[in-house]
């Protein structure tokens, strides 16, 4: 790849100083004149009717100044479910944590002392939380049509992928292996709660809302609150995290709008952190079910997985499964049940459809080559997709690079051993796993303005959720218009000035804003090779509208990662030794912020892998660990030192040869961990997270070796 | 967060007098050592006092002094202070770790002896608002539900272990619990201060109303005595003991003259266990005694549905730290 | 002695009902317990005047009894730096220095101040020079979304305040109590180790 001049190197952000001084102004940091704070009452059990909300003594507390629920506020929350109509509240309510009312009031202490004052009658329902259990005839009705939830389409049926056939697959088999791995609801956690400020004037509402997407926020309100687009301005100057859960509009922005409108003053809404865990979403549990066969010199010959994801009651995510991509299999089915339950949402979080899949299925394939007799390196490499479905073309991909020099860098020929091999009490293992994610293009807008004293202007409309995409941005304007980085002043977080662009998730700003920016940089340097740099007050603007596509090839990132764990044989304890992540997202824009985004990935991971799980009662339905203390969220003390790697691969359509970023690093993590353990042990943990009492149960066991 | 009236006691008896004085007017109280946790329970409404009564305003009460080899502690002195004290370090090691190891650096920079001993439980069910026997309720949600943290001795009504980690290092210790109230003063042994649910299912130790842990004493350390805490957790800071033990023995040469061993996350009290002391006794700690002591200290367990792992990792635990603080120098 | 909650929880009995009326959120009420709630309005909730120093400043102040020191510095001083991340000493967002020590300020009543010397990350530059502590997060990338950001400064500070020459371990030690979800705890360590004088640890990369 060609050097670059500005972007590729080592760059701090741009907003770094407010970051590191208390200056970043995040939404929760905001206040405004005569402004009043709202909290939500919420439904204590997982199914009920309910027959009556009595607002009266809570209206009669002084300071009280409004109270919505289902009795005078039909808004619809859209983005809250694609499939059915869910009310802001929602009679019956369906989880613990649904919605009941808001009360907004002087301060947020009043405000929480009235939601204490509303008397709610309830009948309960019978209860589900587990999707399996959901699909049974006996099971409770949670949405009208039954448990089974609808596609896009509106077909109620497992959404399958078929190539090749299955039976001949397993035909030509020397070995078939089936398993099952259960993985669990757990949370985005990120340090930010959700929050909402809404205030109008007249008829024009103003938002500002920590979101990860300013326009598809925007949006979502006009469209629920029925007011033209233009009409809404959504604003987030400094975000807080989100890891897939603030992708919308929440609940929480439709709520403070209403309440807004009723009291004639700016309202703010802000979530507990227990709400935050309990009433936003989490990642969808799956049940996986494999059976995958393989001929003697570890040629794959079929490979089927079946998963049941559990929803929670509203449709707010695909629910699917991803991995089997990076596997070149003649015979493969996939499919997956999205099954309605009473348990909290599930939906977006990072890389939603992977870690938790690819821990079975890499698990299933560490297996095989266990059972083969095969170094799991040399089975990956020889069975690692070439091209995507065994079909189509990759844009640009690094697989086989990340697998083989990562393996040098981590010495894998030197630490790996065969399974269960290690003596004593404390044992090491280490353990591999490879992935992709689908880098997508599509979309996007960019305004890039310069002024007469050659300082540029970009409009974007990112709001940056600690990925440092106002960075990249800046980055990618100064290469192409060849100007320092100073030189580019970055505008992002407000739908008043900053255009479209897709929302930061799926790891899609670099690809589809970042090439939006390119253009504008492009027609600006056009603009001013014509007319001359612009004089006195004068500006010229270049705004731009791309939508690229692929022509037909696959995009995708790829990595692998790999863990060195040991594992305490009589207490269970493990403990994380090395971890290597290798990452192709083609050019490393940033490699600073990169390095960033990779370790704090893995550390999620491990996170995922050891520890985290949104726990329920199952007699009752109801959450008893939310929160930080709870979900074992890990420490800096629990972390070791992530070691990253970039394979930079050129690809055609990303920015500068740039592919995604952001959602990979947590892909592989769990898989390595479970393939290390079992490497250290010869046994296997089948269920998320390895928590000490699994870890103990299956230590107890025999080994499950060939 | 419910509105409650802030009440700054010049000294113990006027804290004690503060009680009684709300008391009288009809307001329930809540009294505050470093207030970390008093403020999270008031905030899920698990304690909703009228009054709250700020012991750390209050001057001397958090010093240690030793005399004639007796150490004394104020029931006011911070985790942190203790966890570094030389004196505590150096003679009393089993309770400088433990108080090392509660929470987090902010916790211990705000928590207090006297409140990380007479903490409330963290039972998920009893924080969650679940109508418990902790809460006032008549029912235990953990003996059939998700018991994974629960308690394999001593359980039954109530199936909590005790949270605290400085408790089994202080009954570990022999130490004396001195307590104030609105009837005097009263001592009592750190081993008869935790109330097993059987006995009061609702509360953990036999504090009576209005009464304060004042200070703690420990009684000199016999020569050659030499102990440690271990705490197992679920992740590296901040979680309370899946299992812990304080572990002290008294030396002469190789051999043990005495032994307590009290176990931490695995009863609603401080769990000591003399059955596998009295092994100790006049013996080498060979590593088959120490395997032999785990073994031993288990003997009884009865472990819920899902927590039987409990049983043989509290037997490690315990040989581990049986073994290593034999070895210590 | 705290006095547990009043709360009633319905059995259920009729065919229908199946579950126990448990709570598992804050501000919830089943319809028996609503009436014997004793909540009360601002206007009646306790005030008490208290002189707190925060960054160098004197301040005197009435305040509720139940303000939290967060609510104070956040919502009445408007020194929105320190963050609230849970509030309920499990994040660290809130950390803030008192009287030099780390602590929760989501569990510290602004009440419990008075007399008492406050530092938030809005004390830690000086004279518009930022504390090499900031400097060195800028360039090791230590924020990510940044809502943590000031609690790993407030703790760090207090650590390197006590102890300039610290180890890796040291560093974890002391901000085991600083939860960051974008999960970038290498390079906040990073940082840390290049702001101190630990003699290898100078701009080095760890």
Redesign the interface.
């Known amino acids: 790849m060609n050097p670059l001049k500005t972007a590729g190197h080592p760059t701090q952000r741009i907003d770094a100083l407010k970051r590191v001084t208390g200056t970043a102004k995040y939404t929760s940091d905001k206040h405004f004149p005569g402004m009043l704070y709202a909290r939500v009452l919420r439904s204590p059990h997982p199914h009920a009717r309910v027959k009556s909300v009595d607002v009266s003594k809570a209206q009669a507390l002084p300071g009280v100044k409004a109270i919505i629920t289902r009795d005078n506020c039909d808004v619809v929350w859209s983005s809250g479910d694609t499939r059915n109509k869910r009310y802001l509240f929602n009679n019956p309510v369906r989880y613990a944590g649904d919605a009941v009312a808001c009360v907004a009031a002087v301060d947020r202490h009043t405000a929480e002392e009235a939601t204490r004052l509303i008397a709610v009658e309830y009948e309960t329902l019978p209860f589900v939380l587990d999707a399996e259990e959901a699909l049974k005839p006996e099971a409770p009705e949670i949405q009208p049509g039954g448990n089974l939830s609808p596609d896009d389409k509106g077909k109620r049926e497992a959404e399958v992928y078929r190539r090749g056939n299955l039976d001949r697959g397993f035909a030509a088999a020397d070995i078939v292996l089936e398993d099952r791995f259960q993985s669990a609801h757990h949370n985005n956690a990120q340090l930010e709660p959700r929050v909402s400020i809404a205030f109008w004037e007249g008829e024009k509402l103003t938002v500002h809302a920590a979101t990860q997407g300013i326009a598809n926020c925007r949006t979502d309100i006009a469209r629920d609150l029925k007011l033209p687009v233009e009409n809404v301005r959504v604003i987030c100057d400094y975000m807080g995290g989100g890891f897939g859960n603030k992708n919308q509009c929440q609940d929480s922005d439709l709520m403070a709008a209403v309440l807004s409108k009723k009291t004639g003053v700016p309202v703010k809404v802000e979530f507990s952190r227990k709400e935050d865990f309990i009433s936003v979403h989490g990642r969808w549990p799956v049940t996986q079910y494999y059976k995958v066969g393989a001929k003697k010199d570890g040629t794959l010959t079929a490979l089927q997985v079946r998963g049941y994801s559990g929803m929670g009651p509203y449709r707010k995510g695909r629910g699917d499964q991803g991995g089997p991509e990076v596997y070149q299999c003649a015979n493969v089915e996939q499919s997956v049940t999205t099954v309605y339950t009473n348990m909290a949402v599930s939906a977006n979080y990072r890389a939603p459809a992977y870690p938790h899949s690819v821990f079975g299925l890499e698990s299933v394939m560490d297996d095989i080559a266990t059972r083969l007799k095969m170094d799991p390196l040399e089975f990956r490499l020889k069975n690692m997709t070439r091209k995507y479905r065994d079909s189509i073309d990759y844009s640009s991909i690094g697989l086989e690079q990340c697998l083989r020099e990562g393996a040098e860098k981590f010495e894998w020929k030197k630490r790996w051993h065969e399974p269960g091999l290690d003596t004593g009490n404390l044992r090491r293992g280490v353990g591999m796993a490879m992935g992709g994610f689908g880098s997508s293009v599509g979309k996007s807008e960019a305004i890039l303005k310069v002024g007469a004293k050659g300082q540029y202007y970009l409009y974007v409309g990112v709001t940056d959720v600690g990925t440092a995409a106002k960075t990249t941005m800046g980055l990618i304007a100064a290469e192409e218009l060849a100007v320092p980085l100073e030189s580019v002043t970055v505008h992002w977080g407000d739908t008043a000035d900053c255009p479209y662009s897709v929302g930061e998730s799926g790891g899609r700003t670099t690809s589809f804003t970042g090439v939006s920016v390119v253009e504008a940089a492009k027609q600006l340097k056009k603009q001013i090779a014509e007319k001359g740099m612009p004089k006195g007050s004068d500006m010229l603007t270049a705004s731009v509208v791309t939508e690229p596509d692929t022509k037909g090839l696959a995009r995708y990132s790829f990595l692998a990662d790999f863990c060195e764990l040991e594992v305490d044989m009589t207490t269970g304890h493990i403990k994380i030794l090395k971890f290597l992540a290798v990452h192709d997202s083609g050019r490393v824009i940033n490699p600073l912020t990169s390095q960033s985004q990779v370790q704090g990935g893995v550390i999620q991971g491990l996170s995922m892998a050891l520890h985290e799980e949104l726990l329920y009662d199952k007699r009752r339905g109801i959450p008893i660990n939310a929160g930080y203390y709870g979900a074992r969220i890990m420490t800096h003390l629990d972390v070791p030192l992530v070691e990253t790697m970039f394979i930079e691969t050129d690809d055609p359509f990303g920015p500068f040869g740039a592919k995604t970023l952001g959602e990979p690093p947590i892909v592989g993590v769990v898989a390595a961990v479970a393939n290390a353990f079992f490497n250290a042990t010869g046994r296997r943990v089948k269920s998320l997270p390895f928590s000490r009492d699994k870890v103990l149960d299956a230590l107890g066991k025999k080994e499950v070796l060939a | 967060?419910?509105?409650?009236?802030?009440a700054?006691p010049k000294n113990l008896a006027d804290a004690v007098e503060q009680?009684k004085q709300a008391k009288q007017n009809q307001k329930?109280?809540?009294?505050a050592g470093g207030?970390?946790?008093?403020?999270?329970?008031v905030?899920?409404?698990?304690?909703?006092?009228d009054v709250?009564v700020?012991l750390?305003?209050m001057k001397g009460n958090d010093k240690v002094i030793e005399s004639a080899g007796v150490v004394k502690i104020g029931g006011l002195i911070t985790l942190?202070a203790l966890s570094r004290h030389p004196l505590i370090r150096e003679k009393y090691t089993a309770l400088a770790e433990a108080a090392g190891v509660v929470?987090?650096?902010?916790?211990r920079?705000?928590g207090t002896l006297a409140g990380n001993v007479c903490q409330r439980p963290w039972c998920?069910?009893f924080r969650?608002?679940?109508?418990c026997f902790k809460?006032?309720?008549n029912q235990c949600?953990s003996a059939?539900?998700?018991n994974?943290l629960h308690a394999i001795f001593g359980g039954g009504p109530s199936f909590i272990v005790h949270p605290s980690d400085t408790a089994p290092a202080l009954v570990a210790l022999d130490a004396k619990f001195h307590i104030t109230g609105p009837a005097g003063e009263r001592t009592v042994a750190a081993a008869d201060f935790f109330t097993l649910p059987k006995v009061n299912a609702?509360k953990e130790n036999s504090?009576a109303?209005?009464?304060i842990l004042a200070w703690v004493e420990i009684p000199a350390a016999k020569r050659g005595t030499r102990s440690m805490y271990h705490k197992?957790l679920?992740?590296?800071?901040?979680?309370h003991a899946?299992v812990s033990t304080a572990v002290v023995l008294e030396m002469d040469g190789a051999t043990c003259r005495s032994a307590r061993i009290v176990m931490g996350g695995v009863a609603p009290i401080p769990w000591r266990v003399p059955e596998a002391e009295k092994l100790l006794v006049g013996q080498r700690v060979t590593p088959e005694l120490a395997v032999k002591i785990g073994e031993t200290a288990l003997i009884g367990a009865t472990p819920l549905a899902?927590?039987?792992?409990k049983v043989?990792?509290a037997k490690?635990?315990v040989r581990r730290t049986v073994a290593a603080v034999a070895a210590k120098a | 002695m705290s006095k547990i909650s009043r709360r009633r929880f319905v059995e259920g009995t009729g065919a229908s009902v199946i579950a126990v009326a448990a709570v598992p959120l804050e501000a919830q009420q089943t319809k028996s317990a609503a009436s014997e709630s004793n909540a009360a309005s601002a206007a009646d909730a306790p005030r008490t005047k208290i002189a707190v120093t925060i960054n160098g400043t004197k301040h005197s102040v009435e305040v509720e009894d139940r303000w939290t020191l967060n609510e104070l510095l956040r919502d009445h001083l408007d020194l929105t730096g320190t963050k609230l991340g849970c509030d309920r000493s499990e994040c660290g967002a809130c950390t803030v220095l008192i009287d030099g020590k780390a602590m929760y300020s989501c569990t510290q009543l602004a009440v419990w101040m008075d007399g008492r010397s406050v530092q938030t990350v809005e004390g830690l530059a000086k004279n518009g020079k930022l504390d090499p502590l900031q400097q060195a997060f800028i360039e090791h990338d230590a924020p990510q979304c940044g809502y943590c950001t000031s609690g790993q400064l407030m703790s760090a500070k207090a650590l390197l305040n006590r102890n300039p020459r610290p180890t890796r371990d040291d560093v974890q030690h002391a901000m085991a109590g600083n939860i960051c979800r974008c999960s970038n705890y290498n390079h906040y360590v990073e940082a840390v180790m290049a702001a101190s004088d630990t003699p290898s640890a100078k701009g080095g990369k760890a």
């Open positions: 967060m419910r509105a409650f009236a802030n700054t009680v329930s109280v809540a009294i207030g970390s946790d008093l403020l999270v329970m905030k899920d409404h698990l304690a909703s006092p709250i700020h750390a305003a942190d929470g987090t650096p902010q916790i920079n705000a998920w069910y969650n608002g679940f109508p809460a006032g309720g949600f059939a539900g998700e994974q609702a504090l109303d209005g009464e197992e679920d992740r590296e800071a901040w979680t899946i899902k927590n039987r792992y043989p990792l490690e635990i």
